[in-house]
C-alpha cells in the first residue's frame, strides 16, 4: 500500500510564493515518477509537473519558469516551488506517483491566491 501526503498549501497574495511537499511512503519501487496536478472549481484535473526518479521534468506551459519540481530520492519526497503566483493558479494540488503503470494520489492541499 501506498500513502501520499500532501503539505504546504494556503492562502498568499498575487505575486507571491509557495511550496508544497508530498512525501510517500509504502511499498514504492526506486524507480517512478512523482509529480502535480490541479483542480479548480469546476474544471478537470490537470497536469502542473512531474518529475521521473532521474530527475527528467516536464512541466504544463502555463508554469513554466513559474513553478519549480523537484525530489529527495532518499526521503520519497517531491516539492514544487511556486512563485509568481496568480489568481487563477487557486486549486487543490494533487501529489501523484506513478509506479509499475499504476497511478496513486494524495488527499490534495488548497492553494487560494487572492488579495
Known amino acids: 500500500q501506498v500513502q501520499l501526503v500532501e503539505s504546504g498549501g494556503g492562502l498568499v497574495q498575487p505575486g507571491g510564493s509557495l511550496r508544497l511537499s508530498c512525501a510517500a511512503s509504502?511499498?514504492?519501487?526506486?524507480?517512478?515518477?512523482m509529480g502535480w496536478y490541479r483542480q479548480a472549481p469546476g474544471k478537470q484535473r490537470e497536469l502542473v509537473a512531474t518529475?521521473?526518479?532521474?530527475?527528467?521534468?516536464n512541466y504544463a506551459d502555463s508554469e513554466k519558469g513559474r513553478f519549480t519540481i523537484s525530489r529527495d530520492n532518499a526521503k520519497n519526497t517531491v516539492y514544487l516551488q511556486m512563485n509568481s503566483l496568480k489568481p487563477e493558479d487557486t486549486a487543490v494540488y494533487y501529489c501523484?506517483?506513478?509506479?509499475?503503470?499504476?497511478?496513486?494520489w494524495g488527499q490534495g492541499t488548497q492553494v487560494t491566491v487572492s488579495s
Open positions: 501523484n506517483l506513478v509506479v509499475s503503470s499504476y497511478a496513486y
Open positions: 509504502g511499498s514504492i519501487f526506486s524507480i517512478n515518477t
Open positions: 518529475i521521473t526518479s532521474f530527475g527528467r521534468t
